[in-house]
């Protein structure tokens, strides 16, 4: 009886390994089982494309700077990434904080905005390169609501009567322009913002839009978020930190 035992589980042909066979062959033919490459490629770049978009809608978005008016802290054609999460949790733009916003009111009126590709419009649509056509700003905030904020002369800038430290001011700018819209004295009302490029002499910021209904103010509803970092260039690459100037005593509590 050993020996029929041996030769049925040896015998290729026996009754109980042909139908393990069958089954082993079975499985790597069932189509439902199973699915090509190219079957579930479409799916994969499917819920890529999803998860680019819910990143760009809810966390991060990708900007193009398109002018110098954040030099040096930030050039021409430098790609920043924008944290978009913040605000959901009713954080409030802060002082210091580099932030981009949609356009308050035909502030970029006379300046050419380049038509985007219909590539270019997919793309940055779901988040995968910098949004291109869009009507957004970037500047850095200086005053929040309560603040009371002026230029004399030259400068400094004062916020609530402090004088600020800007080392991030573009080289041979003055922090205060001595044109006309450049000496102001302004009082910041709830929900706004006054926000100023680094690049003093050649941003169109909060001091020349005061004549408009808002009186050259961000409606904070209008920031998309804050910049934390210069992605690209590579060899641009930086995270934008509130500069220690707003962190002065005093200055960081609204009166």
């Not at 030099?71 to 999460?85: A, F, M, S």
């Amino acid at each position: 009886m050993g020996d029929l035992v041996i030769d049925e589980r040896s015998d290729g042909e026996g009754p109980e390994s042909a139908p393990s066979e069958k089954a082993a062959i079975g499985v790597g033919l069932d189509p439902k089982r199973r699915r090509s490459f190219w079957t579930e490629l479409p799916i994969l770049v499917g819920i890529a494309l999803v998860l680019a978009f819910l990143i760009k809608t809810f966390l991060l978005q990708a900007f193009l700077i398109p002018s110098g008016s954040m030099q040096n802290t930030l050039q021409k054609d430098d790609r920043v990434l924008v944290d978009k999460l913040t605000p959901w949790f009713g954080s409030e733009p802060a002082r210091g904080e580099v932030v981009v916003f949609r356009d308050p009111g035909d502030w970029l009126a006379g300046h050419p905005v380049e038509e985007p590709s219909a590539v270019q419009k997919f793309l940055g649509f779901i988040g995968l390169m910098p949004a291109a056509g869009e009507q957004h700003l970037i500047k850095r905030v200086i005053g929040v609501p309560g603040d009371t904020v002026e230029c004399t002369g030259t400068g400094p800038v004062k916020v609530n009567g402090r004088p600020l430290v800007e080392p991030y001011v573009f080289p041979g700018n003055t922090a205060c322009s001595t044109d006309a819209e450049g000496q102001f004295k302004v009082t910041v009302p709830s929900g706004g913002l006054w926000v100023m490029g680094d690049h003093r002499q050649s941003s169109q910021d909060s001091r020349y839009h005061q004549s408009d209904p808002r009186g050259g103010m961000v409606p904070s509803t209008d920031v998309v978020g804050r910049a934390v970092v210069i992605a690209w260039p590579i060899g641009h690459w930086a995270t934008l930190p509130v500069p220690s100037t707003f962190e002065q005593p005093g200055l960081a509590l609204r009166p």
